[in-house]
């Protein structure tokens, strides 16, 4: 997880995205990344940042050759919990049963995260086991 300070400016928390996550592609040498679509939010504010820090994560992609793949909520949804109107609770606990966690991910963005990949994997039946 990479985190940033709330207080810092835009541009400090948009490069320390840069700098860790590099750190995790060149440590994991992933051949894919899936990204949440920004569909709807309802603050414009949080909606221009999480674009902007999904443009920071796309220029990384680019330099290192990573194929990048967005799913909508509703798909994740609908791939997780079988409706694609579930809220937050109903996907969190899918994942704790699905993947045999003892508690479900707490954090919105982990719960996001978390789902966004499994139903990537889901998608293109590449779970392993």
């Known amino acids: 997880m990479i985190k940033t300070a709330r207080n810092q400016?835009?541009?400090?928390?948009?490069?320390?995205?840069?700098?860790?996550?590099?750190?995790?592609i060149r440590k994991y040498k992933p051949d894919l990344v899936v990204l949440e679509q920004l569909f709807f939010y309802h603050n414009q504010k949080t909606a221009i940042q999480v674009s902007q820090s999904q443009g920071v994560i796309m220029l990384l992609c680019s330099q290192y050759h990573i194929e990048t793949v967005f799913l909508t909520p509703l798909q994740i949804k609908q791939i997780i919990t079988g409706y694609g109107q579930s809220d937050k609770k109903a996907v969190q606990k899918?994942?704790?049963?699905?993947?045999?966690?003892?508690?479900p991910p707490s954090r919105d963005d982990e719960t996001d995260a978390i789902a966004c990949g499994l139903a990537y994997c889901y998608l293109n039946n590449n779970l392993v086991k």
Not at 94 to 103: A, E, R, W
Request: aromatic share 4%.
């Open 9 to 24: 400016v835009l541009q400090d928390r948009l490069a320390i995205v840069y700098i860790e996550l590099e750190k995790k």
């Open 94 to 103: 899918m994942l704790k049963l699905t993947l045999d966690l003892s508690i």
